[in-house]
């Protein structure tokens, strides 16, 4: 699935395009454009490959979402649903700095991922959830082309999205 988005949430409008790489689902894809939407106040970058970013020079892996500042540190690095224990590591040992953020679809995946990442002594990784059902009524609402506007903060959504009302609160897990 290609997303599409004609995006406004109070400040400018702004377009997305969306894209599957390789194995990505279609609910991977609609996780990123929910991150996207959740922090566009921190202008994040969508990344398809590390070397799309210079701030990621020489890893060998990537974040589904990044922010940077103006010396090109990572500040916000969001992986959309299940990533492993490896990469999540390998992150919070490379980029120090960072607030490291997942955002998980349903709450039991979210508690799963929090209690891997308990039993590893990793205390650096939020984790974030959608309530139970409201991935699922998010994923109805986004086709391939998009008209979203509203509200939006790190934690909640108030939207119209293709004419259809959308409010919602993320829950923190961890």
């Known amino acids: 699935m290609k997303l599409r988005s004609t995006i406004q949430l109070g400040g400018p409008t702004f377009q997305s395009q969306l894209y599957p790489l390789l194995s990505e689902t279609d609910d991977h894809v609609c996780l990123k ?4 939407i959740f922090f566009h106040e921190k202008s994040p970058l969508v990344i398809s490959s590390p070397n799309q970013h210079s701030a990621l020079a020489g890893q060998d892996f990537a974040p589904d979402l990044i922010v940077v500042d103006d010396t090109n540190i ?3 690095w969001i992986e959309c649903g299940k ?3 490896h990469k999540l590591d390998k992150v ?10 997942m955002l998980m679809p349903d709450p039991l995946g979210a508690k799963q991922m929090a209690e891997t990442l308990e039993s590893a002594d990793n205390d650096r990784i939020e984790v974030w959830s959608f309530q139970a ?9 986004v086709a391939e082309q998009n008209d979203i506007m ?4 790190e934690t ?3 939207l119209v999205i293709n004419a259809e009302m959308f409010v919602t609160d993320l829950a923190r897990v961890r």
């Open 74 to 76: 990572v500040t916000l």
């Open 133 to 141: 059902g409201e991935f699922a009524r998010w994923r109805k609402l």
């Open 33 to 36: 454009l929910a991150a996207l």
């Open 150 to 153: 509203g509200e939006a903060t």
């Open 92 to 101: 919070t040992k490379r980029f120090r700095e960072a607030r490291i953020l």
């Open 156 to 158: 909640g959504m108030n």
């Open 83 to 85: 990533t492993t224990i």
